[in-house]
């Protein structure tokens, strides 16, 4: 199979930064000033660009657990944009998917860098964890005095759990291509869901359009193609 010479490479990637970053750009306008086909327009195509991106774009081809995230995380993106009914718990359940499925991606990943027993860094595990406790803490209260929300108190602790069990891994991926690329990904990744979760439950974040969706995009944009290096 012919594999394209790493110049061309480079230029369809410039050219897809390019496309990416004015998809990301449209979407919040049409979000921040109530544009409604601009919003439903450009939202799928964040990742839908990504999906496309990572089949054609490039020699090298996604994982089959990367693949199945990214379907979660189009089908989470659809789910959220969508006003008119609230569809938070079910995007949630989508992206808890994403999680598990980027999560299965990076182990897989992690276990081919060595046959030896995997020797994954403990005290990044205390880092992310500490983090954890951190933020539900900081939830709780919130949760606990407004009965609408105490259902959702458990799905939100195991997604949190998720969260940060997935920025873990992929910061363990060691010194792989684009490792650097996958692990601020995550960590953005996770800044944006504390954002929408603060947003949400706590209080209003000034611009948390931009903030969310702008770290969001950037997560995923970082995920995916790291890992395609």
Do not use: N
Not at 15 to 44: C, N, Q
Not at 113 to 121: P, S
Not at 146 to 161: D, E, N, R
Not at 184 to 212: C, E, H, Q, R, Y
């Amino acid at each position: 199979m012919h594999q394209p010479h790493p110049s061309q490479t480079d230029r369809r990637t410039y050219r897809f930064t390019a496309l990416f970053i004015s998809i990301t750009v449209l979407e919040m306008l049409g979000d921040e000033l109530a544009v409604r086909w601009l919003h439903y327009g450009f939202k799928p195509l964040i990742m839908g660009s990504l999906m496309v991106y990572s089949q054609l774009g490039t020699s090298r081809r996604p994982s089959a657990w990367m693949g199945v995230g990214m379907v979660f995380a189009l089908l989470g993106d659809v789910l959220l944009m969508i006003r008119e009914v609230d569809l938070f718990a079910v995007g949630l359940g989508a992206f808890l998917l994403m999680q598990l499925s980027y999560s299965a991606a990076f182990w897989q990943s992690i276990r081919r860098q060595t046959t030896r027993l995997i020797h994954l860094r403990w005290q990044q595990a205390l880092l992310f964890a500490g983090y954890l406790v951190a933020f539900l803490g900081m939830l709780y209260p919130a949760f606990l005095g407004t009965p609408a929300l105490k259902p959702l108190w458990w799905p939100v602790v195991v997604y949190a759990i998720c969260l940060c069990t997935m920025g873990f891994l992929a910061s363990q991926r060691g010194p792989k291509a684009g490792a650097s690329w996958v692990t601020i990904g995550a960590l953005l990744f996770i800044l944006s869901d504390s954002a929408i979760a603060i947003d949400k439950f706590l209080m209003p974040i000034p611009g948390a359009t931009v903030l969310i969706m702008s770290a969001y995009a950037a997560a995923q944009y970082l995920i995916v193609l790291g890992m395609l290096r």
